[in-house]
């Protein structure tokens, strides 16, 4: 597909839309006068919504042919083809599959062979038996706690189609809960556990002062460890792209944009930003060598660190050095993050000058001690005292699903339920050792079944779990030590894994059941995750695919087995549960003064769009607690920002203390024990969401010799004899990728950046430490949690070493499928 379509977008849907509604022959409401200007497709065109964004498909005789941007998106993401691609690539699993061994050696057989590719073809039939036997026999035998059905990933969006919870949903009715969940997620991990300490919230996932009132009002725009033209594209619902428009609009006024980053990423040269080279992982030390020079310079906002915050004496013991002899002056923190003193120092009093907006990501979270880092941004934005002005503080979702993008007056859609609520109070819940594990903590419990752990607070133990259960999640890529994980896996006994993409988590499973993709069945969600700008009627584009089923009737047909398909099902099929879900969301109409149509007339029209009032383009996030801190506190034990929490204080963890601390991670470039020389920034992808459409014709547009680039700086790459386009090996004591490298200034010397989410190739399969010949940054991460406190993933701790790669390279063989045995 070209470009041209992409640019070019025609406006006959408008017209034609124009037509359907005179057709009606009604003076029309608000809503569908709205949605008829953006919905009707041309013919043969089926609308539909994903991740990154509303689109129209075209089929033709049965084929999906074509992909177009919806109008109503005004940056559609560059990714589109690659959706429409996923649905018939190679790599698509067209029937269901049981691990050769597994099938006749039975559950736990030779482990080795996972990874191996040998697979043998089985009918629906056998195969839905088989799953079932599988669940009632590690129940039986291994008690409530023997399956993980913890489950995560971007599963598709959708309010009825969520596999994740349709998976629970049978394990809570089918098997009365029997299972072992996961709390939290891989992307914000540790700031989602120490916010709450912090600011009362999770404030990761909350909306932010609106793009409108930065752009009238902040003067400095800072991106720290924040790439919002690249993540902006896709949503967890249906992206809106809402934040671009406004992106260009700031870049238009001149005004002063910051990217504190190691690599020169998209934002850095959207805005043509003054661009702060970091070294990795030491944010909290130049965060702190700032607050010193603020504090020194006496230029900290001490009315506003008395009125609104707790704990600001007891940091600053730590901070002049009175407490441990050590004055984080910029000078310290340059030795660290190797910002010039003098820089360090310019910024800091640039920012305390102007209205700033920090504005940051969430990969200095996703590494080890992750937690400090946004404790302390807080704490440097309190010392500026801009919190809660319009344009100044902080904000922690500008780059992630169009936050800052103001929010319409909307009904919201409720989805599917897990089922939970009919097992609460179980009384196995209270007995077992952990019901629930921080998510990213997934090997380390495998391995390590009675081994106890810390939690925000709580001692906990892990389960002995020896099935699982995955839907919508691709764990092969997305978790940590690729080859601890390989290990993790041979202990188990029964791997179930529902995609449709020949994942390497499925190349790793006993029973691979094919679903269908979002394009397959009909579904609803909506549009924005903070605009809640619309409701889309996601149809299905064409019938599912070779023996693709939907993960409803998989999961249903499960439940059966285990004689509870009626509890599951409730007795409504696909359109009746859909029609249920936005008639639910219909009754919040009355109360927000707004008119919906009926659920027939929204499904006809396609999207239901809403308006957006003039006094959501004025929201600046802690406005009401900066207008009044008694009225308006915040949910802290104090009700005020916690500099200091006495509730971290009480935990009494050696991994994190009271107060941000700098706390040196693992390894780091530039640590003193540290071995390997680069840092690995596994920033995510521009033309993927994670892993999904690698195995798509996408990848030809960025693959170096067929392989994930790997970002490398141009002294580093000479002194290396690396030129561009070579294959290259990196590996540490973990494990060991090739990749292709693109020599660039745009990153800084010593670090060099793999993308997450290239798909897993080792050779030989399923082996330790086997080379992987595609380049799945996940062989060269740490697998340890961030601190006894979060427990979050370190995604982003890696240190390796690199060379170009003389040997054989194995072509990658895994954007196939096996055969079919
Ligand atoms: N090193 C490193 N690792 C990271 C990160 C990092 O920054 N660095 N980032 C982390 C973050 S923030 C995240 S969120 C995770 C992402 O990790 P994941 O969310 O696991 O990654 P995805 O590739 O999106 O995997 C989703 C899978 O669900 C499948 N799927 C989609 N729709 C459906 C459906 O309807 N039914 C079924 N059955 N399957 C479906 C897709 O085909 C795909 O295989 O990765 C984490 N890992
Ligand atoms: N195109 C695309 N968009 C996405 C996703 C995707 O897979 N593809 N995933 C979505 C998801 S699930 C999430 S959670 C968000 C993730 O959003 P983030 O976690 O913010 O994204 P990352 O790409 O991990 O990191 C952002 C930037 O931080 C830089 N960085 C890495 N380490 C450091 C460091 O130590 N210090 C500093 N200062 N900078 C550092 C990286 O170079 C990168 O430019 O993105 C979402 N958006
Ligand atoms: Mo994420």
Not at 694 to 710: H, K, M, N, Q, V
Not at 759 to 787: F, H, Q
């Amino acid at each position: 597909m070209s470009g041209k379509e992409f640019t070019n977008v025609t406006r006959r849907g408008v017209l034609q839309g124009a037509t359907a509604l005179g057709a009606l022959g009604v003076l029309a409401p608000a809503w569908l006068q709205a949605g008829a200007a953006h919905a009707a497709g041309m013919d043969g065109e089926v609308m539909t919504g994903s991740h990154w964004g509303v689109f129209y498909a075209k089929v033709q005789d049965g084929t999906w042919t074509e992909i177009r941007p919806w109008e109503g998106d005004p940056h559609p993401s560059h990714q589109l083809p690659g959706i429409m691609d996923s649905v018939m690539s190679p790599s698509r699993i067209k029937y269901p599959m049981v691990r050769r061994a597994f099938l006749e050696g039975g559950a736990g057989a030779s482990p080795e062979t996972r990874g191996a590719g040998d697979f043998v073809r089985v009918s629906w039939e056998e195969a839905t038996e088989l799953v079932a036997n599988e669940l009632k026999r590690v129940s039986e035998t291994h008690g409530p706690t023997g399956i993980y059905g913890g489950s995560y990933g971007w599963k598709s969006p959708g309010k009825l189609h969520n596999c994740q919870n349709l998976m629970r949903r049978m394990l809570n009715l089918g098997l009365d809960g029997a299972f072992v969940n996961a709390s939290g997620d891989y992307s914000t991990g540790a700031a989602q556990i120490i916010m709450p300490h912090v600011v009362g919230t999770l404030e990761v996932y909350e909306q932010q002062t609106v793009w409108p009132v930065v752009i009238e009002n902040t003067d400095v725009l800072v991106f720290w460890g924040a790439d919002p033209v690249r993540t902006n594209q896709i949503s967890w619902t249906v992206s809106d792209h809402d934040n671009f428009p406004y992106m260009e609009e700031f870049k238009n006024t001149g005004k002063k944009v910051i990217v504190i980053d190691p690599w020169r990423n998209e934002t850095a040269r959207f805005f043509d930003a003054e661009w702060v080279p970091i070294r990795p992982h030491t944010d909290v030390a130049l965060m702190l060598g700032m607050a010193h020079t603020l504090y020194t310079e006496e230029l900290h906002d001490a009315d506003f660190l008395s009125e609104y915050t707790t704990g600001f004496d007891e940091f600053l013991p730590y901070l002049t050095g009175e407490s441990d002899g050590t004055p984080k002056t910029a000078e310290w923190a340059s030795d660290i993050c190797e910002v010039p003193a003098e820089q360090i120092k310019e910024l800091a009093r640039l920012f305390q000058s102007s209205r700033t907006m920090l504005s940051s990501g969430w990969s200095i979270q996703r590494q080890h001690h992750g937690e400090q880092s946004h404790w302390m941004l807080v704490t440097l934005a309190s010392m500026l005292g801009q919190i809660g002005l319009p344009g100044g503080g902080f904000g922690l979702s500008y780059h992630y699903a169009n936050g800052g993008a103001p929010s319409a007056n909307s009904i919201v859609l409720p989805g599917i339920s897990d089922g939970g609520a009919a097992v609460e109070g179980a009384a196995w819940l209270t007995e077992a050792g952990a019901a629930s594990i921080p998510v990213s903590r997934v090997v380390e419990m495998i391995l390590n079944p009675g081994m106890e752990f810390d939690f925000n607070g709580k001692r906990q133990k892990y389960p002995e779990v020896k099935m699982v259960y995955w839907v919508g999640g691709n764990p092969f890529s997305h978790h940590q030590d690729r080859n601890q994980m390989v290990e993790a896996w041979s202990k188990l006994e029964t791997v179930v894994v529902q995609d449709f993409q020949w994942t390497a988590t499925a190349r790793f499973a006993d029973i691979v059941l094919p679903a269908t993709s979002a394009y397959e069945r009909n579904d609803i969600e909506n549009v924005g995750d903070y605009s809640s700008r619309a409701i889309v009627a996601m149809k299905k584009v064409i019938d599912p695919v070779f023996e693709a089923r939907n993960d409803f009737d998989i999961l249903a047909d499960i439940s059966e087995k285990l004689g509870a398909r009626d509890a599951f099902t409730e007795g409504k099929d696909e359109m009746a549960w859909i029609k249920s879900l936005y008639e639910s969301a219909a009754e919040q109409a009355p109360a927000r003064g707004i008119e919906v149509p009926s659920f027939d007339e929204f499904w006809e029209a396609g999207i239901l769009e809403f308006e957006i009032p003039e006094e959501n383009r004025q929201f600046v996030r802690y406005g009401d607690f900066r207008e009044d801190p008694l009225l308006e506190p915040l949910g802290t034990p104090s009700g005020l920002i916690e500099i200091y929490s006495r509730n971290i204080e009480k935990m009494g963890y050696d991994d994190c203390p009271p107060h941000p601390t700098w706390m040196e991670p693992v390894e780091r470039l530039g640590g003193a024990d540290t071995k390997y020389p680069f840092h690995v920034d596994t920033a995510h992808p521009n033309s993927r969401l994670h892993s999904q459409l690698c195995g798509t014709s996408l990848r030809e547009t960025y693959a170096i010799a067929g392989r994930e680039p790997c970002l490398i700086n141009t002294e580093d790459a000479a002194a290396k004899g690396i030129a561009d386009g070579d294959i290259v090996r990196v590996f540490n004591d973990r494990g060991q990728i090739l990749a292709g490298a693109v020599v660039t200034d745009d990153i800084r010397p010593s670090v060099i950046k793999v993308s997450e989410g290239g798909w897993y190739d080792p050779v030989p399969g399923g082996e330790l430490g086997a080379l992987d010949v595609y380049g799945d940054a996940n062989n060269l991460t740490v697998g340890i949690g961030t601190s006894k406190l979060a427990q979050g993933n370190c995604g982003h701790t890696a240190m390796a070493d690199v060379e170009k790669y003389t040997g054989d390279a194995p072509e990658p063989n895994v954007f196939t499928a096996p055969a079919e045995g």
